[in-house]
C-alpha cells in the first residue's frame, strides 16, 4: 500500500516559481511511474508531467519548457519544479503513482491535491 501525499501548493504572482513535492510512504515509487495531472474548475483532469523510473520524461504541452518532472529515489519523492507560472496554470494538482507492488500487480495511486492559484 502506498499514499502519496502533496506539499507546496499556494498562491504566487506571474511569472514567479513553485515547487511541489510528494512524499510517497510505504513502498514508495519503486518501479512504474510517477505523475503530476492538474485540474482547472469545471475541466477534466490532464496530464502535466511524467517520469517513468530510471527512464524518460514526458510533458503535456502546456508545462513544456517551464516545468521539470524529477524524483529522488532513495527518498521516495516526486517533484515538479514549475518557473514562468501564468494565471491559466492555476489549478488543483495531483500527484499520481503507477508502481509494480510485492503482489507482483500493476497499482495506482492519487494524492489529495494542492491548490496553486498564479493571479495576474
Known amino acids: 500500500q502506498v499514499q502519496l501525499v502533496e506539499s507546496g501548493g499556494g498562491m504566487v504572482e506571474a511569472g514567479q516559481s513553485l515547487l511541489l513535492s510528494c512524499a510517497a510512504s510505504g513502498s514508495g515509487f519503486g518501479v512504474g511511474t510517477g505523475a503530476w495531472y492538474r485540474q482547472r474548475p469545471g475541466e477534466e483532469r490532464e496530464l502535466v508531467a511524467s517520469l517513468i523510473t530510471g527512464g524518460p520524461t514526458k510533458y503535456g504541452g502546456s508545462a513544456k519548457d517551464r516545468f521539470t518532472i524529477s524524483m529522488d529515489a532513495p527518498k521516495s519523492t516526486l517533484y515538479l519544479q514549475m518557473n514562468s507560472l501564468k494565471p491559466d496554470d492555476t489549478a488543483v494538482y495531483y500527484c499520481?503513482?503507477?508502481?509494480?507492488?510485492?503482489?507482483?500487480?500493476?497499482?495506482?495511486?492519487w494524492g489529495q491535491g494542492t491548490q496553486v492559484t498564479v493571479a495576474s
Open positions: 499520481y503513482g503507477h508502481v509494480y507492488g510485492a503482489d507482483y500487480l500493476w497499482h495506482t495511486y
